[in-house]
């Protein structure tokens, strides 16, 4: 009898723990929803640096995130971006700043311990005013003991307005991209692993311009009611060169360096 209590019993545990503790990662997302009624707020900044001439980026969210029970959680983000980059025209380093907002939703399908796969729906709509995004994702993941396997499949669409000889312009562009992370739990408190993601830019227009692959280490550290990720995800190379982006490194649209800070607190 005990030798069944005692499997039963970790599963049970290691379920609780998944449920407490939302994000391991803090690029790549898991299929686990906090219960109905459970608030977390979570702040996670991101540093972007290093293109083909000065550039440095900071993109703040302030989310505030609830359980709704029934598998399904839902979000709304406060999002400040600041930029610093090397102007050609004026030759001198100009300044962008932008307050927008962002809401998710996420509905678990199956779990990461209890099935064979975790799995989740996830979709997120935001926008500054000039600028409006909506994403959806495909999670999967795997605990398998101290060992945690995720992989996210998104598709993005983006809608940027421009003008252009007194006329407001649509540009629009579909970005996919894939997010993997794994990581080794080392104790009851820190874990570690990492990050890959594979960005595809794809315009209206071009088509598909790049394929850029991201890969790098990433922290977790976790106790009760609050978890900090960190992570480190330089640009390693562009896998599909094309006459619009011919390099092995696309550093024009994109950063050589991305840089992650998550901070969630349980209220």
């Known amino acids: 009898m005990k030798n069944r209590i005692l499997p039963i019993f970790?599963?049970?545990?290691?379920a609780f723990q998944l449920s407490a503790q939302d994000r391991a990662f803090t690029n790549v997302y898991q299929s686990n929803t906090l219960p109905a009624g459970v608030k977390d707020l979570e702040y996670q900044v991101r540093w972007n640096t290093r293109r083909t001439n000065f550039y440095n980026s900071?993109?703040?969210r302030l989310e505030f995130e609830v359980g709704l029970g029934k598998n399904i959680q839902t979000s709304l983000y406060l999002n400040l971006n600041s930029k610093s980059k090397f102007d050609e025209q004026s030759k001198s380093i100009v300044q962008e700043?932008?307050?927008g907002f962002?809401?998710?939703i996420k509905w678990k399908l199956s779990d990461p311990s209890l099935n064979k796969l975790g799995s989740a729906l996830y979709a997120?709509?935001?926008g500054d005013g000039e600028e409006w995004e909506f994403e959806f994702k495909l999670i999967l993941d795997k605990q398998a003991g101290k060992h945690l396997f995720a992989l996210n499949l998104v598709e993005e669409i983006e809608m940027e307005t421009e003008l252009e000889n007194d006329?407001?312009?649509?540009?629009m562009e579909y970005p996919v991209r894939i997010d993997f992370g794994y990581m080794y739990s080392c104790n009851k408190h820190i874990g570690l692993g990492i990050e890959a993601k594979n960005f595809n830019d794809i315009a209206a227009d071009e088509g598909w311009e790049s394929s850029l692959l991201f890969l790098g280490p990433v922290l977790n550290f976790h106790s009760d009611g609050w978890f900090i990720n960190l992570s480190c995800m330089p640009q390693i190379r562009n896998l599909r060169m094309t006459d619009e982006f011919p390099l092995d490194m696309d550093l024009l649209e994109h950063e050589r360096f991305e840089t992650r800070i998550l901070l969630s607190f349980n209220i």
């Open 167 to 171: 006329k407001i312009n649509y540009k």
């Open 10 to 14: 970790i599963v049970l545990i290691t």
């Open 124 to 126: 997120e709509v935001g």
């Open 97 to 99: 700043s932008g307050i």
């Open 58 to 60: 900071f993109k703040h």
């Open 102 to 104: 962002s809401s998710e």
